[in-house]
Structures are given as C-alpha cells and as structure tokens.
RNA sequence: CGGGGCGUAGCUCAGUCUGGUAGAGCGCUUGCUUUGGGAGCAAGAAGUCGUAGGUUCGAAUCCUGUCGCCCCGACCA
C-alpha cells in the first residue's frame, strides 16, 4: 500500500476531548473519525486491526469448536419480553416501532436470538454441547459515551454461547473458553488481570472479567497484595475488624444539626467505626415502591451492586429527602432502632453492625442520635448479609493480606448464565430416557473495538501507539529517504519482494520531508521501520528500526526479507 | 437525569466582557528554494461565527429558545 493513495490523515494536534492516549492517538494517526457522542467511523488503517483482531478471535474460537452464525440487530421486542429483559433493563435498550407499528428493539447482546436459534435446532442430548458465536454489531445507549472507542454505544462484539447438558459440562466448557480468552489477549500483547464479576443484568451465577490494569480505566479492581483474591470493586469481598466488648445501657443524646459521620462522631467523640449509618434507597418490589435502609458502619461504604444483587431488583435510586420523610423517617437521624413492627420498610444490616457492638446511631428523631445500639437488642432483620464495598487497606477475604486497589478496563468476560433463558424461552431436549431437559448455558464477550484501544493504553510511547505483531496494520513500514531514482528503484523492488513473501507493506512514498515521514510512522506504530536512502545505498544497506527502539542498525539490502521473516516467525 | 464547560476555516484556537460587518497557527492548492525527527519565501482557495427567533441603524459579540459535543456526578444522610 501506497501511503500517497491511503485515506490517512494525521492530526498535529490532540483534537479537543480526547484525554486517554488510546483516544488521542487513534485520532490523531487517523484510525478512526467521531461522527457523534459514542459513535465512530473506523479509518482504512482502524479497520485493518480490527480485522487482525477478529482473526485472533476467529482461530482462537474454532480451536474450542465455535460455529460462527451472524444474527440481527434489529428484533422484534416480544423477544425480549419471553426473556423478562424487556421491562428488567432500562434506557440502555433503544426501542422503536416499525412502519407497520410493531415494537422492535436494536439488540445490545444476543442471549435471546441465540436462544431462539437453539430451541429450533435443539432436539437431542446427542447434539449437546456445541458453542455458537459471531461478530456483531451492538446498540447500548449509554447513559454516557466516553474514553474514545473504550466506551461507545455502537460496537462490534465477539459473542458466543455454550449450551450444555449440566453444569459440570459448563463448568469444564468454561475453564476451555477461559484459555481461549488468555491465548486471544496475549496474542494481543495484553497480561489481563482475572477478577470476579457482577452477573447484573445477565443473569447466572459465576462470571470473570479480563481486565487491562491501566491508570485511566473506568473500572476499579480489588486485589489482594499476596495474589489469593481479585475482583471487580462492586463485588469484592473483605473481613471485617471488630471490636469486643460487653454492651451497654442505650443511652440518648443531643446532636442538633449534627448530620453526617463527621460531624456526629466529632461532637461525641468516637471514631467513625464505631458509628452507623443508615443508608437509604428506593426500589422497586412486587410492583411496590419501597424504602430500604442499609445500615452499615460510618467508615464503610455500601455497594449499591451488593444491595442490588441481594434484593433481586433491577435498579435502586439514592432516595430522596421528601420519600423519606413520608416513611416517617429522619434524614441524618435514622435508624433501625424501633422500627421492628414496619412491614413497608425494607431493614438491610452489613455485617458490620450485625456483628459489631456499641454503634451509635440516629434515633429517628430530628437532633438526636443513640449511643451503644446493640443489634438484637435495640433492633432486628433478618436481612443481615455483606453489602459493603470493600477498599484499599481492608482484609483481604481470608484475612490473610492485605487488599489494594487499581483501575482497570474491561476487554472481555465470560458468564455461567445457567439455564435463565433457556427455561424462560422454552429451549430444551430429550435425554435418553425420552424426558425433556433444559440445556444450561455459558456466555462469553469481547468488544472488538475496545480491545484496539485497549492494546494502544497497553503499549504506546508519548509518540504514538506500538502494535504487537498479530494486530499491526502492516508488517513493514517502508520510506524513502530521498528522490534519487536508485533509492525509488530500490523502494520499488524490496517491497514487492516483501509483498511477495506474504507481508504486508507500507511504502511511505510521500514527497515529504524524513522527519514528518517519521513522526507519521510512529504514529502508525507499525512494528518495523525501514528507511531507504542514498547514504546508507552506497554500502548497499538500508535502515532496519523496530517501532519500540529507539535506535537503528544498518542491514544490507539483500538480508532484509530473511530479517523480517525471522522476526514475523515465518522462516 | 442533575451540575459545569464549549460550539468561529479540515484541525487547534483568538476575537464575545466593552455591538461597527472575519482573524492567527497548522493543514490544503500553485511556484521557487530546501531535504535525516512535523522546513523557508511568495501567491491562493476555504467560514450564512451550531441553529431559530428577538433587541438594535447595525449582532460572532446582548437576550430567549433549541440542537450538538466534552467533563464531573449518578450513591453515604
């Protein structure tokens, strides 16, 4: 390829926005084009990667027995109400009608048309397990598009999902599909980071991320110092310290105006953990709105993702002061304390105040808060589980470490779905006893986009991004240093030699002067750079330079092809 | 959804406060000179100042609506 005749074009300057280097440099080397908030056009030079990437994917998926299929992303909304998804998820899922009025949808994954493939080919325990996937394009309207191609609202996915006769077949699938995602990511030059998940709005049980550790991710992630514990900061886990002691009278005190942990524990006098709080949301229960109060200690937070997942609803909003008020509750003085009899309110305790002692805490009382509550004696749920969010510093599970926190962007995950929509939509089989039985089933994304930025905020210098092998755009930059007809006559001829060998090229051939030529290349971040010049054609030698050096060494230019089939592990 | 910021040439921005009819750098076109890390000189093309309305003799500038983009938040009582 011919950079002269190449749609590229290369920015100077970072246009405005963009903050993250995989943004800036996918814009500024003319990857991609912005057309709208969260939606890209992907540039020639963007879509070779991609291509690259879903050629990692594709091998990677036929070695685990994948079938590729390409289903709509455009269904028919009754779809999605046999999942329950129709009404469970929100405004992520763009629905319209059509000319003729029906309700349709653009699918933001593919459970439901997989599973619906799956109940009309699926009739035997003969034809168990077998794993379907595809490329496909996604619709999400995320509430906010952000980080250039990290978090878009139209994106292509790797999807795939496994039906299973048992869970031990699914478990033994996963653990396959598992070494399927690290062989993609190091292919990628990526050592992602393996946490535990939230199943949100997927359903199932267990779930991992494949996470790229990186300073701008906009995901946390908890992991233990010693190694024994990751996971995703929404749902990890941590032990909790606390104190004994014999538990004393309640007692009543004044705390005017005294509203939040810090003012309350300051006028007391005790330190934040030896406070509670009651943290309180409004949800959604059997078609009632509800209060729920969390009541954690003062210095934990509480994971709304926790709260969430242990009351089985699809969302929770921070409740506001007037809902509040019409359970009859204070702001910054409630509590659980006498509540006991209120079958509206729906009581949550953290562990740590089911199991720590002598808290203070509000007493439901405009200006006054308790000292020394006491949980089963001064109040009572049965609702007692972990949901508070676990931080830098804390125990780790086992008690053993210690836990530290890093950002992280997530690059892929995988799911046990279970049999979530293969019950709700009717998907099953006859086993050899002639009963019929639902498949369970597995789950298991890349986003394709993301995993290009992804590999640029793995590997890039302050001048542009440096690709690994299996990804790059090509295999050979090629420039000319010069216009003398012995330097384009040499041009000409190694690139067709390389050409011809299998490798792709591209020939800077650009009437421009070397230094542009070379800041473009750098921004190209193609692996080898070779330049051509009348200097270096004297000896009969040319420029060999990686992407990743700083330095180059002269090679003669007959030695160059057997060089590069060295490094691209073709010789 | 809430809060903040920004929309002026392909890109980055000045001009807006204090109203007087459009600017710079980069990029692009042409010519000459240059040629090893984003060259120099000269000439040139390019913007209904996001959009609609209002105020005014006169609006990029002031007012109102509207659309778009970016950032923060979506939670600790």
């Not at 309207?141 to 795939?160: H, N, S």
């Given at each position: 390829?011919?950079?002269?005749?190449?749609?590229?074009?290369?920015?100077?300057?970072?246009?405005?926005?963009?903050?993250?280097?995989?943004?800036?440099?996918?814009?500024?080397?003319?990857?991609?084009?912005?057309?709208?908030?969260?939606?890209?056009?992907?540039?020639?030079?963007?879509?070779?990667?991609?291509?690259?990437?879903?050629?990692?994917?594709?091998?990677?998926?036929?070695?685990?027995?994948?079938?590729?299929?390409?289903?709509?992303?455009?269904?028919?909304?009754?779809?999605?109400?046999?999942?329950?998804?129709?009404?469970?998820?929100?405004?992520?899922?763009?629905?319209?009608?059509?000319?003729?009025?029906?309700?349709?949808?653009?699918?933001?994954?593919?459970?439901?048309?997989?599973?619906?493939l799956a109940r009309y080919m699926l009739s035997s325990y003969k034809q168990l397990p077998f794993m379907i996937w595809q490329f496909k394009l996604k619709f999400r309207d995320e509430p906010r598009a952000r980080g250039g191609l990290v978090r878009v609202r139209e994106f292509v996915m790797k999807d795939a999902y496994s039906f299973h006769r048992d869970d031990a077949d699914l478990d033994s699938y996963y653990q396959r599909?598992?070494?399927?995602?690290?062989?993609?990511?190091?292919?990628?030059?990526?050592?992602?980071?393996?946490?535990?998940?939230?199943?949100?709005?997927?359903?199932?049980?267990?779930?991992?991320?494949?996470?790229?550790?990186?300073?701008?991710?906009?995901?946390?992630?908890?992991?233990?110092?010693?190694?024994?514990?990751?996971?995703?900061?929404?749902?990890?886990?941590?032990?909790?310290?606390?104190?004994?002691?014999?538990?004393?009278?309640?007692?009543?005190?004044?705390?005017?105006?005294?509203?939040?942990?810090?003012?309350?524990?300051?006028?007391?006098?005790?330190?934040?953990?030896?406070?509670?709080?009651?943290?309180?949301?409004?949800?959604?229960?059997?078609?009632?709105?509800?209060?729920?109060?969390?009541?954690?200690?003062?210095?934990?937070?509480?994971?709304?993702?926790?709260?969430?997942?242990?009351?089985?609803?699809?969302?929770?909003?921070?409740?506001?002061?007037?809902?509040?008020?019409?359970?009859?509750?204070?702001?910054?003085?409630?509590?659980?304390?006498?509540?006991?009899?209120?079958?509206?309110?729906?009581?949550?305790?953290?562990?740590?105040?089911?199991?720590?002692?002598?808290?203070?805490?509000?007493?439901?009382?405009?200006?006054?808060?308790?000292?020394?509550?006491?949980?089963?004696?001064?109040?009572?749920?049965?609702?007692?589980?972990?949901?508070?969010?676990?931080?830098?510093?804390?125990?780790?599970?086992?008690?053993?470490?210690?836990?530290?926190?890093?950002?992280?962007?997530?690059?892929?995950?995988?799911?046990?779905?279970?049999?979530?929509?293969?019950?709700?939509?009717?998907?099953?089989?006859?086993?050899?006893?002639?009963?019929?039985?639902?498949?369970?089933?597995?789950?298991?994304?890349?986003?394709?986009?993301?995993?290009?930025?992804?590999?640029?905020?793995?590997?890039?210098?302050?001048?542009?991004?440096?690709?690994?092998?299996?990804?790059?755009?090509?295999?050979?930059?090629?420039?000319?240093?010069?216009?003398?007809?012995?330097?384009?006559?040499?041009?000409?001829?190694?690139?067709?030699?390389?050409?011809?060998?299998?490798?792709?090229?591209?020939?800077?051939?650009?009437?421009?002067?070397?230094?542009?030529?070379?800041?473009?290349?750098?921004?190209?971040?193609?692996?080898?750079?070779?330049?051509?010049?009348?200097?270096?054609?004297?000896?009969?030698?040319?420029?060999?330079?990686?992407?990743?050096?700083?330095?180059?060494?002269?090679?003669?230019?007959?030695?160059?092809?057997?060089?590069?089939?060295?490094?691209?592990?073709?010789?």
């Amino acid at each position: 390829m011919l950079v002269s005749k190449y749609l590229l074009k290369t920015l100077r300057e970072s246009p405005t926005g963009a903050e993250l280097p995989s943004h800036i440099f996918l814009l500024r080397g003319g990857y991609v084009k912005q057309l709208a908030s969260g939606l890209y056009s992907i540039l020639p030079l963007g879509k070779r990667i991609l291509t690259k990437i879903e050629a990692v994917i594709r091998d990677e998926m036929e070695k685990v027995a994948g079938q590729e299929v390409d289903l709509p992303l455009v269904q028919p909304a009754e779809l999605w109400m046999e999942s329950g998804r129709y009404g469970a998820i929100g405004a992520e899922l763009l629905r319209f009608k059509d000319r003729s009025e029906h309700h349709m949808v653009l699918a933001m994954t593919h459970e439901e048309a997989i599973t619906d493939l799956a109940r009309y080919m699926l009739s035997s325990y003969k034809q168990l397990p077998f794993m379907i996937w595809q490329f496909k394009l996604k619709f999400r309207d995320e509430p906010r598009a952000r980080g250039g191609l990290v978090r878009v609202r139209e994106f292509v996915m790797k999807d795939a999902y496994s039906f299973h006769r048992d869970d031990a077949d699914l478990d033994s699938y996963y653990q396959r599909m598992y070494q399927a995602y690290e062989n993609i990511f190091a292919r990628a030059g990526i050592k992602p980071i393996v946490v535990k998940s939230d199943t949100g709005i997927m359903g199932g049980k267990i779930a991992h991320e494949f996470m790229l550790e990186t300073g701008h991710g906009e995901d946390y992630l908890i992991i233990a110092q010693d190694g024994s514990y990751s996971a995703n900061q929404e749902i990890a886990e941590f032990q909790r310290v606390h104190t004994k002691a014999d538990h004393l009278p309640l007692e009543k005190v004044a705390t005017p105006g005294k509203k939040t942990i810090e003012e309350v524990s300051a006028l007391l006098a005790v330190k934040p953990e030896q406070t509670m709080k009651a943290v309180m949301y409004e949800v959604e229960q059997d078609k009632k709105r509800m209060l729920a109060l969390v009541l954690i200690r003062g210095d934990l937070d509480v994971s709304d993702v926790k709260v969430r997942n242990y009351l089985k609803v699809p969302w929770l909003l921070p409740a506001q002061e007037d809902f509040i008020r019409s359970f009859g509750l204070v702001p910054g003085y409630a509590s659980a304390v006498g509540l006991a009899e209120r079958k509206d309110l729906l009581v949550l305790a953290d562990f740590s105040v089911s199991e720590g002692n002598n808290l203070v805490g509000g007493a439901n009382e405009e200006g006054f808060h308790l000292k020394h509550v006491n949980f089963r004696r001064d109040f009572n749920t049965p609702h007692c589980g972990d949901f508070a969010k676990a931080q830098a510093g804390y125990l780790s599970p086992d008690g053993k470490s210690t836990l530290r926190a890093v950002r992280g962007i997530e690059i892929g995950n995988i799911f046990k779905l279970g049999t979530k929509f293969s019950e709700s939509m009717g998907c099953n089989y006859l086993d050899e006893s002639g009963k019929h039985q639902t498949p369970t089933m597995g789950c298991y994304g890349i986003g394709i986009g993301r995993l290009m930025a992804a590999a640029i905020e793995n590997s890039h210098d302050e001048f542009g991004p440096i690709w690994p092998k299996e990804i790059t755009p090509f295999h050979v930059h090629l420039v000319n240093i010069g216009k003398e007809p012995e330097v384009l006559e040499t041009c000409a001829k190694l690139m067709q030699e390389w050409e011809s060998q299998g490798l792709e090229v591209l020939f800077d051939d650009r009437d421009e002067r070397p230094g542009v030529k070379f800041k473009d290349a750098d921004l190209w971040g193609i692996p080898v750079r070779i330049a051509v010049g009348k200097k270096g054609l004297v000896e009969g030698k040319a420029e060999w330079k990686l992407r990743k050096d700083k330095e180059f060494s002269l090679v003669p230019t007959a030695e160059l092809a057997q060089k590069l089939a060295i490094f691209y592990g073709r010789s």
